[in-house]
């Protein structure tokens, strides 16, 4: 029975999606957010405190679950995260499975490690990548995430050559990725694509991580500075202080008592 790397899945009412949580990592950015727990963010903080480690799922559990939640909760959206989808030898496979249960498909991914079977089996599946780019400054790329950053901007290129719907996020990290920095990452993706999106987040202190967390200020700077190259970026750290639209639902795994 083939095993994955998947650890943790939530269900989102608002957009019919589960987040599907993989366990482990290529990088280790000094920011992660993993620092602080490693279970969805948006869960209440009661069941965040009762959910334990229970093992990895097998493609046939997977599946179960999938089948479960289409006929419970009508789901629509398979969202692959992390941790980072892409150290999962299983991935190919997920990614049939989710295609053949007729699943719109977003891959969060740090684009280090895209092979051609991957690439392949990311444009048969309409999946859509959303690359994450710490930092376009080569030596800060290395610094934060301890590797280096050529293959992640080869394999940006790769996926947009492969057709495959892709959007671009970054942090705004004050005194590490600013609004100049981020203003050069707009500048190179518009060098592939100027109507590729572009994501910039807020940075949220984590232990051992020597920023403050992102200003509304630093952020919408940080986007006039993006928009100067490309035709659609989003803040997303402006909304998050808003909440969810609609209810989170721990799918898996359950909690302790």
């Keep these: 029975m083939q095993t994955t790397n998947i650890f943790h899945i939530v269900f989102f009412d608002y957009d019919l999606s589960a987040y599907v949580h993989f366990f482990n990592c290529n990088f280790r950015c000094l920011g992660c957010l993993r620092k602080l727990f490693i279970w969805d963010c948006h869960l209440p903080n009661d069941v965040i405190s009762k959910l334990r480690f229970k093992e990895f799922l097998s493609l046939n559990d997977l599946k179960s679950i999938i089948l479960k939640m289409i006929s419970t909760h009508n789901m629509k959206r398979a969202v692959l995260g992390g941790g980072e989808p892409t150290t999962d030898p299983s991935l190919t496979e997920i990614l049939r499975e989710l295609k053949d249960l007729s699943m719109d498909i977003v891959v969060l991914t740090n684009a280090y490690a895209i092979n051609d079977s991957l690439l392949r089996e990311m444009a048969d599946s309409h999946a859509t990548v959303i690359a994450s780019i710490k930092s376009i400054n080569p030596a800060k790329h290395k610094m934060y995430t301890g590797f280096p950053l050529k293959p992640v901007l080869n394999n940006v290129t790769r996926i947009y050559n492969s057709n495959i719907k892709m959007l671009i996020e970054t942090i705004a990290i004050p005194g590490f990725n600013n609004a100049d ?66 209810g989170v639902h721990l799918i898996y795994p359950e909690t302790v008592s």
């Design 181 to 246: 920095e981020i203003g050069q990452l707009a500048k190179f993706i518009a060098s592939i694509d100027r109507k590729i999106p572009l994501i910039i987040d807020s940075f949220i202190p984590v232990p051992g991580a020597p920023w403050r967390r992102t200003t509304l200020e630093e952020l919408e700077e940080a986007e006039r500075e993006a928009l100067k190259y490309l035709d659609n970026v989003y803040g997303r750290g402006k909304v998050i202080t808003e909440g969810l639209k609609g």
